[in-house]
């Protein structure tokens, strides 16, 4: 039974992901920087201002987990396409593509498989190919090797090693907003019963890829957007500890359902969650559905309330950009709404009367500084303020140990590094496993 429903969920899928390549993505309105840190860069991430190189010669070597088929690879693939359009170059002659290289040895392999056809700039797009990309750079020091989501290249002192992650924490908790939004609609409309509380809180879910900081800030974050809207709710975790597993997606959203959660949100690259929310649904349970990466309509018309994006063109075509025209780029970049680096999807159309505007003012405070998703005042870890947090692990072992983090009474998220830091369990949110 199991392997029938993954093959249903994985034609699901498919259409999903081609959908999320047609649909229409909210755009957010250009605003001035106001970056808390001073990196001291010039960030040429509008494409009317990267002037294409001559050299037409550049190759670019592309590393992906995964390929069309998974969601998250599939974004950065959207972004490549992007970035090529932007700077006037061809797929088929500036990109070496490389899909599917696991996080072993293999991913070494295809990075100087890349370098050997004349790429001289990788991306991979993994953190587990971080350690391989290092590998690499330090091999091969006239080539600029990106790894993406990583936290390395700072402290490697490597002039040609680099980490790119975008602000996504921001986006999702602007889609926090809109499930904030629908959990007040249906509270005031009398459709949640006993079971859709827990302690006088409602009780929302959340699908989870591993207990990494990259998760946990994404659904803190989240969290703490529904929480802005409506106060009274609390999380369930469940973990699925892969990136990519549909019937692990489906099967731990239904758990969540079958708790009495009314919000199934995800760090998942699949569309199993949202198609199970569906099926809930249109049986007549009440929940709804916040994906990721893509835009979720196709896989759930009725429960997909909105999907929090990375935009990676942006990145993309900065990068490339820069190295055509011969100049350096960031050591550490990650850019969020102000950039249009992230974004939401177009809004479901059972999103709750208002929420756009919601959202709008959301967007807006994060551009302009008077909103940050992690201010500490905010939330509480065993009932007490938080005051400290590191954000740096420098002996490798997966704890912060340096860096404080919790300045001007915020956490400052991708500040000292490019892929998120936050780990710090807040009250209301409960790991499942």
């Known amino acids: 039974m199991k392997k029938i429903l993954a093959i249903i969920l994985s034609l699901v899928m498919v259409v999903a992901l081609f959908a999320g390549c047609a649909g229409d993505t909210k755009p957010v309105e250009d605003a001035g920087k106001d970056s808390v840190e001073d990196t001291g860069k010039d960030v040429q991430t509008d494409p009317e201002n990267v002037t294409p190189s001559a050299n037409s010669d550049i190759k670019v070597g592309v590393v992906l987990v995964g390929d069309e088929n998974e969601g998250y690879t599939y974004a950065h693939i959207l972004g490549i396409q992007e970035a090529v359009n932007n700077l006037g170059l061809n797929e088929k002659d500036n990109i070496v593509w490389k899909y599917t290289v696991p996080e072993n040895e293999k991913c070494y392999d295809a990075i100087t498989d890349c370098i050997d056809q004349g790429c001289t700039l990788i991306f991979t797009n993994s953190y587990g190919h971080q350690s391989f990309a290092k590998q690499a750079a330090e091999e091969y020091p006239d080539v600029q090797i990106v790894a993406m989501t990583g936290d390395t290249a700072k402290a490697s002192g490597l002039a040609n090693f680099h980490n790119a992650f975008t602000k996504i924490y921001e986006a999702r908790y602007a889609a926090g907003v809109v499930a904030g939004m629908k959990i007040q609609q249906l509270v005031d409309e009398g459709k949640l019963t006993d079971k859709n509380y827990s302690d006088g809180n409602v009780k929302v879910g959340y699908v989870g890829a591993y207990p990494y900081a990259e998760v946990v800030s994404g659904y803190t974050a989240f969290y703490l957007g529904i929480k802005s809207v409506y106060p009274d709710v609390v999380m369930d975790v469940q973990y699925t500890n892969s990136w990519f597993n549909i019937t692990a997606e489906n099967e731990a959203a239904i758990a969540l359902i079958d708790r009495g959660c009314v919000i199934i949100g995800q760090h998942a690259d699949s569309t199993g969650a949202p198609a199970a929310c569906e099926e809930k649904l249109n049986a007549g349970t009440v929940v709804y559905s916040v994906g990721y990466n893509v835009d979720m309509l196709a896989a759930a018309p009725n429960a997909a309330l909105v999907s929090p994006t990375n935009e990676w063109g942006v990145y993309y075509t900065y990068a490339i950009g820069a190295h055509m025209k011969g100049e350096s780029f960031d050591t550490n970049w990650a850019e969020g709404f102000d950039a249009d680096a992230v974004a939401l999807t177009t809004l479901g159309p059972n999103v709750a009367p208002g929420t756009q505007e919601k959202v709008d003012e959301a967007i807006a405070a994060l551009k302009d500084g008077t909103l940050h998703v992690f201010d500490t005042s905010t939330f509480t870890v065993g009932g007490q303020p938080v005051t400290t947090a590191f954000a740096t692990d420098t002996d490798g072992d997966f704890v912060q ?33």
């Open 401 to 433: 140990d340096a860096d404080e983090a919790i300045i001007d009474g915020y956490y400052h998220e991708s500040y000292y590094q490019s892929a998120p830091s936050f780990t710090l369990r807040i009250d209301g949110i409960t790991e499942l496993n």
